[in-house]
């Protein structure tokens, strides 16, 4: 299985997942059609399956169009968000395990960013597309959700094995770097990883994916047990501290 990359609107990533050998493709959240459409076009391939982590607009926006050039795609998305999401079929609920292009993947409830969310956890690849909920370097902001849920969220992804692909939804590095530096000005991973991600961007190279490895060394939403975090939080309790660096980077 291939995954592809495409970058759209202002931020935005699409990721195309393909198989060569059945030209079957399939789809993570796709804000608009025309570019997917071109890329498998090029590949030749049939879009078999649309997989939604959320309903916001610049998840679903290419799925009636993708839907009206292939209409057998099945379209995928957590159990909660029934009503929310075009065309969904499929509705998934935690544990949930589903094959696409001949790849097991594994559902996990994540709410936070909504209250419906959910990512896609290829087990033998170790690919993760989680949408809004863990970036690089940072997470969603909590639209319909509690900290105490997000917390949890964070820490089932984070729990994964520290070789996990991180595929998420945003180019948001950089700027989440940046705030991560004034709560962990002297991490010298993040130092690190903040001077390469600069020189990334300054190119235009993405900095997605990301590893579950490079998140506990360096993302202050999955390391709420650093003391560094509890002297810049001014908490020592899990939720406590997320909730506060959460507020802290909704201002900043
Ligand atoms: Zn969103
Ligand atoms: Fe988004």
Request: charged share 20%; proline share 7%; glycine share 6%.
């Amino acid at each position: 299985m291939e995954i592809c990359r495409l970058p759209v609107r202002r931020d935005n990533y699409i990721f195309l997942l393909y198989d060569a050998q059945s030209r079957r493709a399939a789809v993570v959240d796709p804000a608009d059609a025309p570019p997917v459409l071109t890329q498998l076009s090029q590949w030749q391939a049939e879009l078999t399956d649309i997989l939604i982590t959320h309903h916001h607009g610049d998840h679903i926006g290419g799925i009636s169009e993708l839907k009206h050039v292939f209409p057998a795609a099945r379209v995928y998305g957590g159990a909660g968000d029934r009503g929310r999401i075009p065309e969904q079929e499929v509705f998934l609920e935690d544990g949930d395990r589903l094959t696409v292009l001949r790849q097991p993947a594994e559902v996990l409830f994540v709410p936070g960013h909504t209250s419906a969310h959910i990512a896609y956890w290829f087990t033998k690849t170790a690919d993760l597309f989680c949408g809004d909920t863990l970036f690089a370097g940072g997470c969603g902001r909590l639209f319909e959700g509690t900290p105490a849920q997000m917390l949890q969220s964070l820490d089932r992804l984070r729990n994964l094995p520290p070789e996990t692909q991180v595929w998420c939804a945003h180019e948001y590095t950089l700027s989440n770097l940046t705030f991560a530096l004034t709560v962990e000005p002297t991490n010298p991973a993040l130092l690190e990883r903040y001077t390469s991600v600069q020189r990334c961007r300054e190119q235009g190279i993405p900095t997605i994916p990301t590893t579950i490895a490079q998140e506990l060394a360096t993302n202050p939403f999955c390391r709420w047990e650093q003391p560094s975090l509890h002297q810049a939080t001014g908490y020592d309790e899990p939720v406590r501290v997320f909730a506060k660096l959460r507020g802290m980077k909704d201002v900043f």
